[in-house]
């Protein structure tokens, strides 16, 4: 009995070692958000914009199961993630999608570390709120430390038209959302500041390349959200003086680049992921 014991203790030491599991249930489905001065349908996971932060391990076994209890079909992708092309989440092409009242369970490996996002790959969801943070983190230690940390959800919502408005409208002309139009009157100013013919010289090449300087994005009028939160409902991060806060910041906007800074503080990028 002492032998079988002993083989049966070894058997489990020199077996491979098998990966934890990280389990998540998400939920699509809509509710009304007020960012914008008036309610407003978003497209939400388990309820909310944006969706839970997903945390696992590097070497995890990532189980998540999507219940779409929307009218209309869906998909999450894994942005920027190493995974199985069938787990990837994109309809058409790694899978079919997730049809209106189905459940489909992805299942990939953590095999990097790092901060992330998922969204949907379906139709326009993603403009209109479906999208998330994940979260792997490292089997070895980081070469930095830091007392606590907040992951910040970057993003956009344009207060007037969706999605399909906004697509329709850039396809009648692609300046529809450029509020910052050059006119005669601005040419004047031009000429009066730099010479009539240098202004004119400057009209023509931006003529002739089709475009105006002004043309920064696509589309303009975005209210800036932060955790799903506008400026006037002002999402907070608290924190003691002296501590060393690690933000990990996700741009999941629609269109806006933004330039992340604090004022009268210095901050250090330490990792910046897929």
């Known amino acids: 009995m002492r032998r079988l014991i002993l083989a049966a203790l070894a058997a489990v030491l020199l077996a491979p070692a098998t990966a934890r599991a ?26 909310a914009v944006p969706g839970p932060v997903l945390r696992f391990k590097e070497g995890e076994d990532l189980v998540i199961n999507v219940t779409n209890t929307l009218g209309e079909d869906t998909s999450i992708h894994w942005h920027g993630l190493i995974l199985p092309y069938r787990q990837d989440g994109v309809p058409g092409i ?19 570390a790092g901060t992330y996002w998922y969204h949907s790959h379906s139709g326009m969801q993603e403009a209109i709120g479906m999208y998330g943070a994940l979260v792997i983190e490292p089997k070895t230690r980081e070469p930095f ?20 408005e906004i697509l329709s409208n850039l396809k009648m002309s692609a300046d529809y959302y450029n509020y910052q139009q050059r006119t ?3 040419f004047v100013d031009d000429a009066r500041k730099m010479g009539f013919g240098p ?11 089709r475009m105006m300087p002004s043309d920064i994005a696509d589309v303009s009028g975005f209210v800036l959200l932060m955790n799903g939160k506008n400026p006037d409902q002002n999402w907070t991060g608290l924190f003691k ?3 060393r806060i690690r933000l990990r910041f996700v741009n999941a906007a629609a269109m806006t680049f933004f330039d992340v800074r604090i004022p009268g503080l210095k901050m250090t990028v330490v990792q910046a992921d897929g």
């Open 145 to 164: 430390r830091y007392d606590r940390e907040y992951v910040v959800v970057l993003s956009d919502w344009h207060p007037d038209d969706s999605p399909h």
């Open 199 to 209: 202004a004119l010289a400057d009209r023509m090449a931006w003529g002739d390349m």
């Open 184 to 186: 005669l009157s601005t």
């Open 241 to 243: 003086p002296g501590e």
């Open 94 to 112: 790694s899978f079919p999608g997730i049809k209106p009242g189905e459940t489909f369970t992805y299942r990939f490996p953590a095999q990097q």
């Open 22 to 47: 990280g389990t998540y249930d998400l939920t699509i489905g809509k509710a009304a958000i007020d960012v914008a001065g008036k309610d407003q349908t978003a497209m939400t996971i388990n309820g």
